[in-house]
């Protein structure tokens, strides 16, 4: 699977590690969703993390099209909302 974290680039992610990306990816929503900033903050520094740890980088030199498109690390949480919104409630991480 194919992961573009935006401004960072591409990454190969085992499925394997989609069962604890789903699990940030949840925490993330339920604190996007109560505006608790510290909680969105650590969760979306744990979930780019986990994908950047749980996987290898794509090369440069290779394209291939994103099955999951991630927000940059600095994304506020308003950005983050309306991402969530245009998903109807599956998360950023389709389960």
Avoid: C, W, Y
């Amino acid at each position: 699977m194919i992961v573009r974290i935006l401004g960072e680039g591409q990454f190969r992610l085992d499925l394997s590690e989609l069962g604890r990306l789903n699990e940030l990816d949840a925490r993330l929503e339920e604190a996007t969703n109560a505006g608790d900033e510290g909680a969105f903050r650590q969760t979306l520094h744990d979930l780019l993390d986990a994908v950047r740890t749980g996987s290898a980088p794509v090369p440069d030199d290779e394209l291939h099209p994103s099955d999951l498109i991630l927000p940059p690390a600095d994304a506020s949480i308003d950005d983050v909302r309306t991402i969530l919104s245009d998903k109807e409630g599956e998360g950023l991480i389709p389960n």
